[in-house]
């Protein structure tokens, strides 16, 4: 069983910045991908971010440029480094986890998932 507890979200204004964590605990001697994905109100979940054990990173036309995903292997945390931030980015941000050694970007496919952190975007 792995945990993910997301943390960093917030209210930000347009062209702002936010670092999303999430830190992994359990059993995460394993090689993981982790993911980011959002879902906004009245919308379905989106992909944004993915990184794989190697630091391979993937990422979502409408964030890519924008947003970084990072990973550190002794705290078992993943960053989203989230520049020019954008209204369209306002939704609650989750994090995920699947033992691969793959960029995951379908989120069925992972089975660990955090509680979410909202982040706003005001214009």
């Known amino acids: 069983q792995v945990q993910l507890v997301e943390s960093g979200g917030g209210l930000v204004q347009a062209g702002g910045s936010l670092t999303l964590s999430c830190a992994a605990s359990?059993?995460?001697?394993?090689?993981?991908?982790m993911g980011w994905f959002r879902q906004a109100p009245g919308k379905e979940r989106e992909f944004v971010a993915a990184?794989?054990?190697?630091?391979?990173?993937y990422y979502a036309d409408s964030v890519k440029g924008r947003f970084t995903i990072s990973r550190t292997y002794a705290k078992n945390t993943v960053y989203l480094q989230m520049n020019s931030l954008k209204p369209e980015d306002t939704a609650v941000y989750y994090c995920?986890?699947?033992?691969?050694?793959?960029?995951?970007?379908?989120?069925?496919?992972?089975?660990?998932w955090g509680q979410g952190t909202q982040v706003t975007v005001s214009s």
């Open positions: 995920a986890a699947v033992r691969s050694l793959d960029i995951v970007v379908i989120g069925a496919k992972y089975n660990y």
């Open positions: 359990g059993r995460t001697d394993s090689n993981y991908a």
């Open positions: 990184i794989n054990w190697g630091g391979m990173s």
